[in-house]
T-cell receptor, first 118, second 113 residues
Framework: AQTVTQSQPEMSVQEAETVTLSCTYDTSESDYYLFWYKQPPSRQMILVIRQEAYKQQNATENRFSVNFQKAAKSFSLKISDSQLGDAAMYFCAYRSSSIYNQGGKLIFGQGTELSVKP | NAGVTQTPKFQVLKTGQSMTLQCAQDMNHEYMSWYRQDPGMGLRLIHYSVGAGITDQGEVPNGYNVSRSTTEDFPLRLLSAAPSQTSVYFC????????????FGPGTRLTVL
């Protein structure tokens, strides 16, 4: 079974600085997808960025980028030029490429609470 | 396009009561799922459906029932509420392709006394 681990329950960053959130996962599959979701106090789950395992190039979305290390099973999220609106809970998630794996379920890490100091 | 909608947003139940959490999506997605979110545990899959008439269990199905009579709707039933079911519940939908985003509803905060 696949597992996702986020070892940092809380992180803090100064506004305009850069912060990296860690995520490791365990799987025996070779093809899969990885996601970072943001959950602000409103509770809404918002997709931040996604990565396909077969792509070596790290995904980027504006100020958000990932460092995907497939061999090490590591998928960290880097937030550059942090803004007050980035304060939220961040979840790392894994999804199998097999459509027969429980309806494409997402396996979530425990979450990292990010605070941004002005 | 409303996306994924859930009702109610908040609910308080007494132990032993039953209720249904409603979920609907207007994106014609095949896949729909129910997750529960508990502190320090992320989100865990309760039940899922890969199409109308097809449902199956996830990681934590005990105490919950689902049905999927239409593509749009995927209600979650609590048969006899227990305090251990106090949680935040999310409904999600996606198309079949694994790369595609799962869209989440706004969540339901349920408290069982």
């Amino acid at each position: 079974a696949q597992t996702v681990t986020q070892s940092q329950p809380e992180m803090s960053v100064q506004e305009a600085e850069t912060v990296t959130l860690s995520c490791t996962y365990d799987t025996s599959e070779s093809d899969y997808y990885l996601f970072w979701y943001k959950q602000p106090p409103s509770r809404q789950m918002i997709l931040v960025i996604r990565q396909e395992a077969y792509k070596q190039q790290n995904a980027t979305e504006n100020r958000f980028s990932v460092n995907f290390q497939k061999a090490a099973k590591s998928f960290s999220l880097k937030i550059s030029d942090s803004q007050l609106g980035d304060a939220a809970m961040y979840f790392c998630a894994y999804r199998s490429s097999s459509i027969y794996n429980q309806g494409g379920k997402l396996i979530f890490g425990q979450g990292t609470e990010l605070s941004v100091k002005p | 396009n409303a996306g994924v909608t859930q009702t109610p947003k908040f609910q308080v139940l007494k132990t032993g009561q039953s209720m249904t959490l409603q979920c609907a999506q207007d994106m014609n997605h095949e896949y729909m799922s129910w997750y529960r979110q508990d502190p320090g545990m992320g989100l865990r899959l309760i039940h899922y459906s890969v199409g109308a008439g097809i449902t199956d269990q996830g990681e934590v199905p005990n105490g919950y029932n689902v049905s999927r009579s239409t593509t749009e709707d995927f209600p979650l039933r609590l048969l006899s509420a227990a305090p251990s079911q106090t949680s935040v519940y999310f409904c999600a939908s996606s198309s079949r392709e694994g790369y595609n985003e799962q869209f989440f509803g706004p969540g339901t905060r349920l408290t069982v006394l």
